[in-house]
């Protein structure tokens, strides 16, 4: 199994621009978890789908971000427009059931 | 959300040394789970205990569970230069899934 697959793995964009993140999650898991980590605020819980439904978009950080999973095997982050203070890694995560998480690489996103 | 509080925040041992962290929490949990965070990866999961066992081992990592004091400790015997990393606690009971600040291990050579 390839794990989770995550692209692209650096992203550079300036103010305003819109940005994907894009995610692959393990064949046969049924939870992607999608988080943001930063040194400030550390490992932040965005959002999580079960079986392609969201869940629990609490973590969202402010209408900017947005999450679909429209199939099993793929999801997306969009941030637009995005601001500096979104510079952060993203990293997207699969698991079935209660099982333990499989991290992606992770996008190191950085807004100028 | 359900989250596990990581016991110290920094850790600094020299190699060879045993390295030992604490998670305490405040719910109740169907499993309690180790993660391994190296500078600038995804997390990697290392250990899963139940709420029903008390000890766990896996290699050179001994897990403990204690559900009466809301607390698990994470053991890594014999460090290594390559254990430097932070690791985290992750409460299983209900999702969503959040993690704590972590405690970050430095082993020196």
């Known amino acids: 199994d390839a794990g989770v697959i995550q692209s692209p793995r650096h992203e550079v964009t300036e103010m305003g621009q819109e940005v994907t993140l894009r995610c692959k999650p393990i064949s046969g898991h049924d939870y992607l978890f999608w988080y943001r980590q930063t040194m400030m605020r550390g490992l932040e819980l965005l959002i999580y789908f079960n079986n392609n439904v969201p869940i629990d978009d609490s973590g969202m950080p402010e209408d900017r971000f947005s999450a679909k999973m429209p199939n099993a095997s793929f999801s997306t982050l969009k941030i637009q427009p995005s601001e500096p203070r979104d510079s952060a890694v993203y990293f997207c995560?699969?698991?079935?059931?209660?099982?333990?998480?499989?991290f992606g690489n992770g996008t190191r996103l950085t807004v100028t | 959300s359900q989250q596990g509080e990581e016991d110290p925040q920094a850790l600094s041992i020299q190699e060879g040394e045993n390295a030992t962290m604490n998670c305490s929490y405040k719910t109740s949990i169907n499993n309690l789970q180790w993660y391994r965070q190296n500078s600038g990866r995804g997390l990697v999961h290392l250990i899963l205990i139940r709420s029903n066992e008390r000890e766990k081992h896996s290699g050179r990592l001994r897990v403990t569970l204690d559900t009466s004091k809301k607390s698990s400790s994470l053991l890594i015997t014999a460090s290594r230069a390559a254990d430097t990393a932070s690791y985290f606690c992750l409460l299983s009971g209900n999702t969503p899934l959040v993690f704590g600040k972590g405690t970050r291990l430095s082993v020196i050579a």
């Open positions: 995560a699969s698991t079935r059931g209660d099982g333990p998480l499989h």
